[in-house]
């Protein structure tokens, strides 16, 4: 079985217990009613990490800012541990977009994966916590580190559109600022017979979750069309009402992204562009897919 993110997710999304033991909230916030709700949640006996609301958070005032080399909390906010791990005793809590300080880089508990038997593939993140300043841990994809040669995702505009650009052909995204990519990254689109939809979208109002489960049934796939259960799908931006997004891919091998379309028709990015599109990202932000 080779899993990968559907075209048709529910949107009501189901997060994970697990995931509670990093995140505690979160900056996105989506409608029970964006898309058909499940007859029955999914089989694991998790517990939502929060519940659905129709009414969107504030909107912060204050743009955040991070310099070259600079660590921000993504995600949401973010629970440390005094171990590298989940079973770690809570210390205290990060809030979303808030600087931090790593002074080290230490293995751990492999949260992203987990017991999922399927991968044939693990990242070489998936087991990296940051220890941080006050002695305590975080798990890193939730930790976004701004390259030495990046722009900032939060980048002023200065009037201009940010908007976010995908080449099925090159398989590339590019974070646009105007007519400026100011960030690229490999990607791995549709695969034959689930083509990434070509076009001009938006990120749906609703359509930011930072911790999803994927599964077929959710998708309204019968056993004989698909089969998977994709736990802890990070950092999904919902361009269409099909379940066409731009999120983490951990699955598949760092050979195809750039390279080989593998997906049923989303958006797969490595970890840091993951982050550095959620970060950028907004509701509303157009999302322009060409070859």
């Known amino acids: ?20 033991a990093l ?23 998790e517990t939502p990490l929060i519940v ?46 808030q600087a931090v300080q790593i002074i080290a880089t230490v293995q751990g508990e492999n949260w992203v994966v987990g017991t999922q038997t399927w991968v044939s593939t693990s990242p070489d993140w998936a087991r990296t916590w940051y220890e941080l300043s006050d002695k305590t841990f975080v798990y890193a994809p939730f930790v976004f580190i701004l ?7 939060f980048v002023d505009p200065q009037g201009q559109e940010k908007w976010v650009d995908v080449n099925v052909t090159t398989q590339t995204a590019s974070a646009m600022v105007g007519a400026k990519a100011i960030f690229s990254a490999p990607v791995s689109t549709g695969q034959a ?11 749906e109002p609703d359509g930011r979750l930072p911790v ?17 259960d994709v736990e802890r799908v990070l950092f999904t931006q919902y361009f269409d009402r099909k379940g066409d997004a731009l999120h983490l891919n951990y699955w598949r091998p760092s050979s195809v992204f750039g390279r080989t379309p593998t997906s049923h028709g989303c ?5 840091h562009g993951a982050q550095y599109f959620w970060l950028f990202g907004s509701p509303g932000m157009r999302v322009e897919i060409h070859r």
């Open 1 to 20: 079985m080779r899993p990968c993110p559907p075209r048709r997710v529910a949107r009501g999304a189901w997060l994970l217990a697990s995931a509670a």
């Open 23 to 45: 995140l505690l909230t979160t900056s996105c916030s989506f409608g029970s009613s964006a898309r058909p709700t499940p007859t029955s949640p999914p089989t694991a006996t």
């Open 212 to 228: 999803e489960r994927m599964t077929a049934a959710q998708a309204g796939f019968n056993p004989g069309q698909a089969t998977y």
């Open 147 to 153: 390259g030495p040669n990046e722009v900032s995702p």
């Open 52 to 97: 659905p609301s129709a009414t969107p958070l504030p909107t912060p005032t204050a743009t955040p800012s991070i310099g070259a080399g600079g660590t921000i909390v993504v995600g949401g906010d973010l629970r440390t541990r005094g171990a590298p791990s989940t079973q770690g005793p809570v210390v205290s809590t990060l809030k979303d977009k």
């Open 193 to 203: 017979g689930f083509p990434t939809p070509l076009g001009t979208f938006k990120i």
């Open 267 to 271: 958006v797969g990015i490595e970890m």
